[in-house]
């Protein structure tokens, strides 16, 4: 489960920061639906436009419930550019490569969707809670869909291999995190490339090896 917790904090601090939410830039048109069912915590990649004209992708952990919430942790990119502008895309992408370099690098775009993107939504973002845990900061989103687009439908399978992908970028990102055990998170990093040995395909493999590039693993 991802909750952009230190997933991304640790690469995306630089000198611009933001002291307030700025109002959203969205339509005022009633919300729309989004293009999935959520239940439980539903892991997506989310672009939020930057200062610098281009859109960040990054992982975003949507804890199912009416509103959907999302969580930031430390200063990163998404939490500042939710403040920025008010408003992003969230995106439901089946290309484990994706979701692992954008859940541990840093991703720019000058497009918002990306190609592996089955769905998507346009959505508003409001911070409704914030706090500290373990020395870093956290503000927790409500988010509401403003447009959606199911962009291809594809039967769904279920693969342990990228479901492995998933836990190892979550692992990985608390590398650096004095409140986690690095023994026990190498422990499960080895579990998880053990599984996407046995159970991946190629781009679960390659997915692997990017979980190693962008991180202390």
Known sequence: MTDDRTMRESREMDDDSADGTAKSECDESAPAEWPVTLSGVTESVVTTLGPNGLWNAAALGLRAGDPVTARTWGNTRTRRNFHRRGEAYVQFVDDPVDFADTALSIVEREE??????????????????????????????????????????????????????????????????????????????????????????????????????????
């Open 112 to 217: 918002p969707i990306l190609e592996s993107a089955s769905a998507w939504s346009r959505v508003s973002v409001e911070r409704v809670e914030s706090g500290t845990d373990g020395g870093t900061d956290w503000e927790t989103w409500t988010l509401t869909p403003l447009e959606s687009k199911t962009v291809s439908q594809r039967v769904p399978t279920i693969d342990r291999g990228f479901g492995a992908v998933i836990e190892a970028t979550v692992a990985a990102s608390r590398l650096s995190v004095a409140d986690f055990d690095e023994t026990e998170l190498r422990d499960q990093l080895a579990y998880c490339a053990s599984v996407v040995d046995r159970a991946g395909g190629p781009r679960e493999r390659e997915a692997l090896e990017r979980v190693r590039e962008h991180s202390k693993w």
